[in-house]
Structure formats: structure tokens, C-alpha cells
């Protein structure tokens, strides 16, 4: 959350987030990473971020990013986010993880950050989806298109096209970006705070739409996370996934 000084633009941020999330009344909440500028974050501030995520309404699944990355001096061996509720559901294991929503017909693969390096590949092994829903991934890295050059924890087109997802959560650059690989779409939400290089405050508000499939809005905020809602009214079922 900042060192002190940038603290009131980051916590803005959050509340603003979870603010949108519920205004649309979203179904998921997905934060892909870096929910923490640093590994040194101070108490009072884990209990800001626990009392904005209890105000959520709706399942929140979350993973690590490079600034909050799961090495040995992780914030979270003594912060448990989960501790905030229930609805809290944080994917840690190196490996990454599956979480099934059987009531929303979806499942979401993520995989956070334990070691930013040029080797890490936050989308590679992405499990095949052996699932009738919706398949939706989480991970957190720097896209190219091209090249690879000495960059940290890249993502390329081939492994988005390769992941079978009907959408991949991004997380790590602060722009909202839309990005389509095969019949994979994902996007980078943007940031939701002021001071991160950039002036646009976003999220990502994604619909899953029977029939339709996915549509990516960009959200302003006055916001990294990412609003995930599906058309309550209608069956969950893609038909393009067959
Ligand atoms: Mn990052």
C-alpha cells in the first residue's frame, strides 16, 4: 500500500474497487496480484485491506504478485487474508491452483508469483479444462507479443492461445490492455489507484454471456482488481464451448 504518503492514493483505490464491485453487483471478484506495493507492509494497513475485502459481496479469489510474492519474507506468512471472511479464497501454492464455483458454472485456475525472475512463466501448465462452464485463469506477469528479451515472468500469445481459457485475469501492468489469442481473451484491468505511472484509474468488468461469450469493459474508477459478473437470468452454459 505505498510508503507513507502514497498510502491515502492506494487505500482510495481499494475502496473505490470493492465500491464498483458491489455497485454492479458483480458475481466474482478477482484480484490478480500485488493487492501490496511491498513485502513490509504495516499492520494497521492489513487491517485496511482486510475490512475493504469483508465489504465484498460476492466470492473474492486472489493470488500473489511480484511486489507481494510468496518468497520466504512474504507478507503473507503473517497476514491471512481469508481471516476476512468466508468469501476470501486465496490461490498460494507455487504450483497454482483450481477453485470451482459450482453455482456460478465456473472454474477459475491461478497461479501467483513466488519468485519474479526472467525463468518464471506465469502461464505456462495451465491445466486443461475438463469442465462444462466457464474456464477462467489468473495470473500475474508482462506480456509481449514478440521477443522475449531479459524481462521477468513473461506471458506470450502462443501460451495465452494454448490455455484454453474463456479468460485470463492479468495482473502487473498498471493500463487497462485487452489482449486475444486464439479463443482466449484476456485483459490487464489497469490499476485503481492514482501514482502508478499512470493517470487512468480502471478495473476490469467482465460478462460472461451465454451464446455471446465474454466481454471485456473497461471500468473508470475514481481502481488492480477485476469485476468479474455473468448474467444472473441466464444459463451459464457457453454455447461455444460446446
Ligand atoms: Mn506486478
Known sequence: MGAKGEESFAQRGLIDVVDKAIELE???????????????????????ASEQLARV?????????????????????RYDPTEAGEHIHFIKDEEGGVLDFDDLGVRIWGKGIVDHHPENKPLERVPEN?????????????????????????ITPDEIADSKLDYLALGHVHVFTE?????????????????????????AHVEFQPG???????????????????????????????
Open 26 to 48: 458483480v458475481d466474482l471478484f478477482l484480484l490478480a496480484g500485488d493487492l501490496f506495493d511491498h513485502n513490509r507492509v504495516k499492520s494497521r494497513c492489513l487491517e485496511f
Open 57 to 77: 459481496q460476492c466470492p473474492v479469489v486472489m493470488i500473489t504478485g511480484n511486489h507481494d510474492c510468496m518468497a520466504d519474507y512474504s507478507v503473507f506468512h
Open 130 to 154: 475438463e469442465h462444462d462452464g466457464w474456464y477462467i485463469g489468473m495470473t500475474h506477469g508482462y506480456y509481449v507479443e514478440r521477443g522475449a528479451g531479459l524481462y521477468s515472468s513473461l
Open 179 to 203: 489482449i486475444c489469442h486464439g479463443e482466449t481473451q484476456a485483459a490487464y484491468p489497469g490499476s485503481p489507484n492514482m501514482n502508478q505511472g499512470t493517470r487512468e484509474m480502471t478495473a
Open 212 to 242: 455471446e461469450g465474454v466481454k471485456i469493459n473497461r471500468v473508470e474508477l475514481a481502481g488492480h482488481a477485476q469485476a468479474v459478473s455473468r448474467k444472473a437470468e441466464e444459463p451459464v452454459m457457453p454455447s461455444f464451448l460446446g
